[in-house]
């Protein structure tokens, strides 16, 4: 095979590659599907972290959201408040999650209930 062959050959698959890494929103060289699956991990911490880095990504974030919805779900509410930041950061793309932020508002933890506030009012545009 001639290199002008293989040329042609590897342009179109660089350039599928960089198209699809494109695609997917990262927060600091983490694909949004890892930070989904960083939400379940068996530490707090990380799932603590994983919800800071989605809501860093913002709008953007959307395709976690029921994800998100499922974490506000979590035992700690080291996890539940960064949950509720990052669904007032995707803001309107959100919006499914507002009745889960709607049952956050009686969380036990008063950071966590005051945060579903925020969310529910930055996902509803006001």
């Known amino acids: 095979m001639s290199r002008r062959s293989l040329l ?9 590659g960089s198209a699809r890494a494109q695609q997917e929103p990262s927060f600091q060289g983490h694909p949004l599907h890892e930070l989904i699956a960083d939400l379940k991990a068996a530490a707090p911490m990380t ?4 919800a800071y880095s989605i809501a860093g990504i913002g ?4 395709p976690a959201v029921p994800a998100l919805i ?23 793309a959100a919006s499914a999650a507002l ?3 709607e049952e956050a508002l009686d ?12 969310a529910i009012t930055a996902i509803k545009g006001g």
């Open 8 to 16: 042609l050959l590897t342009i179109p698959l660089l350039w599928v």
């Open 47 to 50: 799932r603590n972290a994983a």
């Open 59 to 62: 709008p953007a974030a959307a």
């Open 70 to 92: 499922e974490a506000l779900q979590d035992q700690e509410a080291s996890v539940r408040f960064p949950v509720c930041v990052a669904l007032r950061e995707i803001g309107p």
């Open 99 to 101: 009745p889960a932020l």
């Open 107 to 118: 969380d036990r933890n008063d950071d966590v209930a005051a945060m579903a506030k925020k």
